[in-house]
């Protein structure tokens, strides 16, 4: 598959569809209108990649809806530079998205399948994280730690301890809350014990599972 003029016109499309939702963030609708959607899902989706819904990616995982991914991000508040930890790589797409605010990104998958995927294809679009891990984001990265920004892209029964801290004090935690729906909750650390909490909206997404080993 290719990149052309008329992906590029779909995508200019979908970030006008994505800024009528509500979006503001500049930067984050110029990265929807950078991104090829369409080269992160399989290629039977590719006439659909740039409508405004979640796609299934195989191992019953779902790229996010696009809305989705530039809600999440606009409330990271992403600077060029700021060290952002992603769990839950999956098609790469967010991935990329934060890749194109000049973040320095690491990101965990817990599919074997999808982490080997998304790796080779990121590379081959010339997406270059800082890390793509295989493991279970309950953890985090603590040898990387701590982050300006994390975002959980798996509905979470519970916040990970873990993640909270792994912020430096100012960062920003993004994660959907709840088991059948989730509501999107921002977390910024205002010292080292203390935690501004906000709940924005109803949204759905796969689980964010646990490894227990
Ligand atoms: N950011 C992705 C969204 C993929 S769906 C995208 O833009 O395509 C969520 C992903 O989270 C799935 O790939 C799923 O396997 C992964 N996931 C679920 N629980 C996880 C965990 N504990 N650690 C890491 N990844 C997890």
Redesign the pocket.
């Known amino acids: 598959m290719k990149d052309t003029l008329k992906h590029r016109g779909m995508r200019n499309k979908l970030a006008r569809i994505v800024a009528a939702k509500g979006i503001k963030d500049k930067q984050v609708l110029q990265a929807i209108k950078t991104v090829p959607r369409h080269l ?1 899902l399989d290629s039977g989706f590719e006439d659909h990649a740039y409508q405004d819904k979640a796609f299934p ?1 195989g ?1 019953s ?4 809806q696009p809305y989705t ?1 530039a809600f999440q991000t606009e409330l990271l508040q992403v600077k060029p530079n700021a060290s952002i930890l ?10 990329a998205i934060l890749l194109e605010l000049k973040a320095k990104v690491y990101t ?4 074997q399948e ?1 982490f080997k995927k998304t790796k080779l294809l990121l590379g081959k679009l010339g997406y270059r994280p800082k890390k793509v891990v295989f ?4 953890k985090g990265l603590p040898e990387i730690a701590p982050f300006d920004g994390i975002i959980v ?2 509905g979470a029964p519970n916040v990970p301890k873990a993640l909270l801290s792994q912020l430096k004090v100012g960062g920003r935690l993004v994660i959907p809350v709840g088991t059948d729906e989730q509501i999107m909750t921002l977390f910024i650390r205002k010292s080292e014990k203390e935690f501004e909490k906000q709940e924005l909206g109803l949204f759905r ?7 227990k080993n």
């Open positions: 992160f990616i191992a995982q779902t790229i996010s991914v992603e769990i839950g790589t999956g098609s790469g797409y967010q991935t965990i998958e817990r599919q999808l493991g279970d984001g309950y892209t798996a997404f796969v689980p964010m599972l646990e490894d």
